[in-house]
């Protein structure tokens, strides 16, 4: 299996364990620090544990193993998952994770600065298209007269605040892929979440949905927080970025199942086009780089 393909699937997988993410935190019924709280909390201890059965005596040392592109890394991560439950609290879930799906421009832009890495031709013409597809979803998110849910200024900047800070976080995973970021994990969930503990009720939240907040922290966001800490070692931020765009599609599709909050028609079609445009992307770049590998110079023996 070659890289480009390691790290699609790892990624993918991580985003699909992120899209219920939001639904997650409409359901439960808590302020946002308490269920940010929870939320990392408990995904920081089980990627340790993780860590722990994994490396065992060697755990500390991996985790000091991070760097200073680790450190980046786990701040960036942290303050975005805190400050997305904001977001997704205080606005509709399809504003947020249209919002957030700005995330490709700005991993373009700051891998191009701090890597060096331009983005192809190919890159370029994706992020134009996913834009337009974002800007009908949008669009449609503006004429859907069934959604009574204002979007609140302060979720919306926080949602943008979510894709910048999390596309330098990516871009910190980019540039130390020789290392894990999985460590990093935990060093930015648990941090996070002692320094939210003297400002929340923890035990605040309704008996009744405690499965709920297990199941949010300690499995979905646990996988994908790994997942899409591992996904920058083989295929460029950019792309990552990119391949988390389906969260904004089919998190909207899931508040509309489950919550009621319609896309319409606009948004369907702006959401066929995103998806699309992802899948014709990562196609044309895999059968690139088995070109360039088909084609690459043979050692011939001595």
């Not at 997988?13 to 940010?36: H, N």
């Not at 991070?66 to 399809?94: D, E, M, N, P, Q």
């Not at 790994?226 to 083989?234: E, F, H, K």
Request: charged share 10%; hydrophobic share 55%; net charge positive.
């Amino acid at each position: 299996m070659n890289t480009q393909l390691k790290g699609l699937i790892i990624t993918t997988i991580g985003v699909l364990c992120v899209v219920p993410d939001a639904l997650f935190v409409k359901l439960i019924d808590a302020d946002a620090l308490t269920i940010a709280f929870w939320r990392m909390l408990l995904s920081g201890l089980m990627v340790l544990a993780a860590l722990g059965c994994w490396y065992r005596r060697d755990t500390y040392r991996q985790v000091r193993a991070i760097g200073r592109w680790g450190l980046i890394y786990a701040f960036f991560a942290a303050t975005s998952a805190l400050l997305f439950v904001f977001s997704v609290k205080l606005t509709t879930v399809a504003n947020t994770t249209i919002i957030i799906a700005s995330m490709p421009v700005f991993a373009a832009l700051i891998s191009w600065f701090v890597l060096g890495e331009a983005p192809s031709r190919r890159m370029v013409v994706t992020i134009l298209l996913v834009l337009i597809g974002l800007a009908i979803v949008a669009y449609g998110t503006t004429q859907n007269a069934t959604n009574n849910l204002q979007a609140s200024l302060i979720g919306d900047l926080a949602a943008v605040t979510v894709s910048l800070f999390f596309a330098i976080a990516l871009t910190a995973a980019r540039k130390a892929r020789a290392q894990s970021m999985i460590p990093a994990v935990p060093v930015a969930y648990i941090s996070c979440a002692l320094l939210l503990l003297p400002f929340v009720e923890p035990f605040s939240i309704p008996q009744s949905q405690w499965w709920l907040v297990i199941l949010h922290g300690g499995l979905f966001i646990t996988v994908s927080s790994c997942m899409l800490a591992l996904g920058p070692r083989y295929i460029s931020s950019a792309e990552v970025a990119l391949l988390i765009l389906l969260e904004s599609i089919l998190a909207p599709v899931l508040a509309w199942l489950l919550l009621n909050e319609q896309p319409g028609n606009w948004t369907l079609a702006g959401g066929a086009l995103v998806i699309g445009v992802l899948c014709i992307s990562n196609v044309l770049a895999l059968k690139k780089q088995k070109s360039r590998y088909k084609h690459r110079p043979k050692i011939q023996p001595e």
